[in-house]
Structures are given as C-alpha cells and as structure tokens.
C-alpha cells in the first residue's frame, strides 16, 4: 500500500493533486486543516488492515458517556411518567375506582421533585476540541462537493451532451458558475446547437448593466477607487483629457488623495500643467469637505485615490471620506481585466463600503480572458461606465456597448478546451449555491 500527504490551499487543489499523483482509485483516508491550507492523507491499494488503530480521545469518550448516561436517566423517567399516566387515563375513561395495584402518586409540596429530577451541572466544552471537530467536518464537506461536483458533470455529459458542450465554451470564456447556470436554465428550450449559443450571448448582453447617461456628462464629484496597479491615474488622466477637449478646461479640476506612492502627486500635477486644469492635494487626515470646497464651482471634479491594502487604517478613512454625506461622489472602481478571479473579488469586497456607482474596466488591450470580470460586474450589478484598451490619452478611452463587450469576450477565449477537472471543480462550487440544479 502506498500512503501520501498532500498540501493545498484548498480541499479541491488537494483533490486535483491526489487525482494526479495516484489517480482515480485513491482512497482518502484522513485530512485535517493546517496553516495556510489542507492536508489530505490518500492511499492506494488501501486496506482497512493496514492502518494503524486510532489513538482514543479519552476526552470525548468521557463526554459521550455522561451524555448517553443522561439520555438513559430522561428516558427511564419519561418511561416511568407515562405507565402511570396511562394507567390513570385507562381508569377513568373505564369509570373504574383506583386500586392500589395502579394508585394515583401525587407529588407532595414539601418533596423537592424537581431538584430531584433536574440534571447536574454540564461540565464545560474544550474549546480546542470543538474547533478541531468544526475543522474536520467542514472538510469531510469540501470532499462531499468535490466528488458531487465530479458526479454530476459525469452524469450531465452522458445524459445531456450537447448542453454539457454550452458548459464548456462558457468556461472557456471565463463565466462564473452561477453565471453560466442561469444563462443556460434561460435557453433549455432551445435544442438547435448554434441558435443555442447565439440566444446565450445575447441573454449574456442583457445581463451588462452600462450607465443610461454618461459619468462626465452627468457632472459632479467623480472618485477612482481600487488596488494598486488597477489603472486609476491613467483612467483619470483620459477621462479629463476627453472632457477637456469637448468642453475646455474651465469647469473641470483635479484633486489627488495618494500621497503614498512616490511620484503620484507630480504626475498629476504634470497633468494639470498639460490640461491647463487645476490640481487639489488632499493630505491623509485632511478634511476632503474642506478640500472641495473652493471647487464647488467646477462642474466636474476628477479625484485620484491611493490603491492601498485592505488591512491598511488609511484605506478604511479614505473611504469613509468618499461616503460622507457632504461629498456626494460617485465612486467608480476600477479592475484590470489582467487581474485574476480572487483579486477582483477582493477588490470588490474591500471598496464596496464607500457606495459604488460602478466600475471601469481596464487594460482589455492585455487580457486573455474577459468573463472573470463579467461576471463579478454582473452577479454584483456594477454598471460599467467606461472601457480603457491601451496607454493613448483620451484615445483609448470608449463607452461600452454591451454586444460588443460581448463579442470581445468571445473572441479573446481560452484556445483550449477546460480539463474534467476543472469542469468538474465548477459544478462542486455550485453547491454552495442556494439553487443547487446544474443540469
């Protein structure tokens, strides 16, 4: 028998790595959370024999015994309450007297029946212990969706081919799992494989929400939010440049919130030189009220934020500033579509207290894949005001249009087909969905 470890960040990299290193007929034999991940114990050729017997846990032994002790105790005492109940009821639905074969107890007052019967004192959990008990059933839960996710695309290619090929060029093109669902459940009916496929996109099309007018043009306090490296300088460099050539440089201004990153501020002062537009620094602890004021005036204001961890207090005020009431901005994030599924997800975890207006998406001249961020847009309802596709300033800045958003994400698909693993590793993270119908 051969008998191996295996460490992931998650029960499903595990799963993958058990599945390549000793193939299907691996038998799981243990797993147990540790820092950073999991581990999983997988063995092939298993024999029950062949293991060692499993040290006991005196600790929960000793608990499970006075818990079934108690449980004997209640029912002994329900068992007892009942024969008497049921003889009485038995003798005066009869209109019989009662003998002393079956006399009637009555508790006396004086008797303390009920300290008599009340349970002792519940000795205290050990808090370790019940994390570890958490720990290993949440991951015998990752293993059960792992092997369901792999069943059910299984059984969805052989009942169902053609719609289990729909699953595949949706995966292809980065969509969600939820995603591809729902835009599949919206096109059941429809058998005739490329008709099929046309309706998906289109219901794809729907599902984008854009502004009904555009940001510049609605006017007001316009703020950049996201991570670092997400574009937001060059974005508001190509959006005040696109509104000064249409309406001078008279009713703009620009304001800077990132005194963190060396050469921000002069960068956009470079800017403002060039635009002929004013330029605001906000300090960290300076009121961005007081800051506005003199620029009530302007009929747009453009401000550039500092891209800064989640776990950064400076973060947490920049944001609270931009929700103020006094402010009323309209905050826009911005997402590179370079930037992986987990990194847009926690961008949009990280800057949705501030109240998001939408989002911008960037940088689509370098993507290889566009339905990541489609579909956080989609399942978060982010309207997408604009698209930056390469670094020419106002050139590469458009307005969405929803077909070809579409198109563009079709055309920059995967060139290969998706592994069954990763088919399969789709539909088990359906299941922590409330709508668990995959097929």
């Known amino acids: 028998m051969q008998v191996k470890r295996f460490f992931a960040a998650d029960m499903r990299q595990a799963m993958k790595l058990v599945r390549d290193e000793l193939g299907a007929d691996a038998a799981i034999i243990g797993n147990r959370r540790i820092a950073g991940g999991v581990e999983l114990t997988a063995a092939l050729d298993y024999k029950l024999s062949a293991l060692a017997p499993r040290v006991p846990n005196l600790e929960l032994e ?11 105790s209640a029912q002994a005492e329900l068992s007892t309450r009942g024969e008497t109940d049921a003889a009485t009821n038995r003798q005066l639905v009869a209109g019989l007297p009662l003998t002393a074969a079956e006399p009637l107890v009555e508790p006396r007052r004086e008797e303390p029946v009920r300290a008599q019967a009340a349970p002792a ?72 494989p490329r008709q099929a496929w ?3 996109l289109a219901h794809l099309a729907r599902m984008i929400r854009t502004p009904e007018v555009e940001p510049l043009e609605e006017g007001g306090v316009i703020a950049m939010v996201g991570p670092a490296g997400m574009g937001k300088t060059t974005t508001l460099a190509k959006l005040a440049a696109r509104y000064v050539l249409k309406y001078g440089s008279q009713s703009v201004a620009l304001v800077s919130m990132d005194s963190f990153r060396i050469g921000a501020q002069e960068q956009l002062k470079t800017l403002g030189r060039i635009l002929n537009v004013s330029v605001t620094q906000v300090d960290p602890g300076q009121s961005l009220v007081q ?22 207090p400076a973060l947490r005020m920049q944001l609270e500033s931009l929700a103020g009431r006094g402010i009323n901005a309209r905050n826009y994030l911005v997402l590179a579509t370079t930037s992986q599924k987990q990194v847009l997800t926690a961008a949009y975890h990280s800057y949705k207290r501030c109240g998001l207006a939408g989002c911008i998406l960037t940088k689509l001249d370098e993507t290889a894949c566009l339905g990541e961020v489609l579909s956080l847009a989609i399942s978060q309802e982010l309207p997408i005001a604009y698209l930056t596709d390469g670094p020419r300033i106002p050139d590469d800045l458009h307005l969405p249009r929803r077909h070809q958003l579409v198109s563009r994400a079709v055309s920059v698909q995967m060139q290969e087909e998706p592994s069954e693993e990763a088919m399969a590793d789709m539909f088990a993270g359906l299941y922590h969905s409330p709508d668990k119908r995959v097929g």
């Open 62 to 72: 000793e608990e499970l015994r006075k818990t079934q002790s108690r449980i004997v």
């Open 121 to 192: 004192p519940q000795p205290a959990v050990d808090q370790r212990l019940f994390d570890s008990m958490r720990s290993e059933l949440n991951g015998l839960r990752q293993l059960l969706e792992v092997q369901l996710g792999s069943l059910a695309w299984s059984q969805l290619q052989g009942s169902k081919p053609a719609q289990a090929n729909l699953w595949r060029r949706l995966q292809r093109i980065g969509l969600s799992g939820p995603i591809a669902r729902e835009l599949l459940n919206l096109t059941s009916e429809i058998h005739e």
């Open 198 to 200: 046309r309706m998906l």
């Open 291 to 312: 800051a506005l004021e003199p620029l009530l005036r302007k009929r747009v204001v453009l401000i550039d934020t500092a891209g800064l961890q989640a776990s950064d």
